[in-house]
């Protein structure tokens, strides 16, 4: 089992169960967590989920923590700049969190600047103050942290120094709030050629992939570089 986690987020990919199937199939592995479009979920078995929302009951089209613990899920991605692109705001990312939290899952927080700009600690400051609003330090303990900047998604990866730097800063953003720092993940153009450059570092415990992982050849070498970190 690879020490340091990936995290598959294929987003609205790919187009049939049957593709879903041979993708699952190629990069399903211990201490990998693939989060599939939900209507695969079922049929997958996967073990991570693209988004949630907070509670079941009257809400066209949502899906409930519960549904995703019932089908066996424990990763949920939260606070994806796509998703905070249409509309999602650091109020609903908030609910999404406790309730993940509340159902016993782990959410994984994803937190990143818009633009390469000096902005940033700004941006971290107040994603990660409002996403985290009364929500207990046991509980902030239990939330998985990614950086990922918004302007290295599906473009080029962000250079490792500029990722370190913005782990410290989030770190001591956490520091602050709750009085511990947590290891964190990387997303933003990870792929097979930069993969161990990130993971080497020992205080980024893994990567989320987007493009990277609808490529099965791709995946499964970024599985194989994970592994033997
Ligand atoms: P990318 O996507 O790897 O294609 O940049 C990452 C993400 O959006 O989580």
Redo the contacts with the bound molecule.
Sequence with gaps: MPHKLLIA?WKANPESPEEARALFEAENNPGVIICPPAVYLEELHANGAQDVFWEGGAHTGEVSPEMLKELGVTHVLVG?SERRAIGETDEQINQKLKALLNAGMTPVLLIGEPEKSAARSDYLIDQLTRDLEGVSADGAAKIMFCY?PVWA??THAANLDDVVSAIHEMQSILDKMYGFKPSMLY????NEKNLADFLNHPEISGA?????SLKAEEFKNMIEIATKL
């Design positions: 987020n994806h990922e998604i599906g997303g933003g153009s990870v989320v992939v987007g493009g990277a």
